[in-house]
């Protein structure tokens, strides 16, 4: 079982920065870990995910250049550091594990557990 606590939401001016964590209970390490995205009325999107290794990530189009996702498998945390902030990245942000698969996946079923989420509402 593993428990998610996602924190470092908040509100910012466009072009601003933020640094979510996500903190976890429960093993983690060999597990892949991603951020999603859900905005009112979209779907819920992988916007970066790594491997335990810190190797492998995947980032969405939407965020490449803008958004750093790092892990620190000693204290069961990963980041995502969001800079250049538009209004479009205003979302909840989820943490979630995957813990069965060796590549990484961008679908919401890829993943066991999550976070309860934390809102970014980026203003322009």
Known sequence: QVQLVESGGGSVQSGGSLRLSCAASGRTYGHI?????????????????IRSSGSGTYYADSVKGRFTISRNNAANTVYLQMNSLKPEDTAVYYCAVDQDRVRIGVRPDDYDYWGQGTQVTVSS
């Open 33 to 49: 870990m991603g951020w999603f995205r859900q905005a009112p009325g979209k779907e819920r999107e992988c916007v970066a995910a």
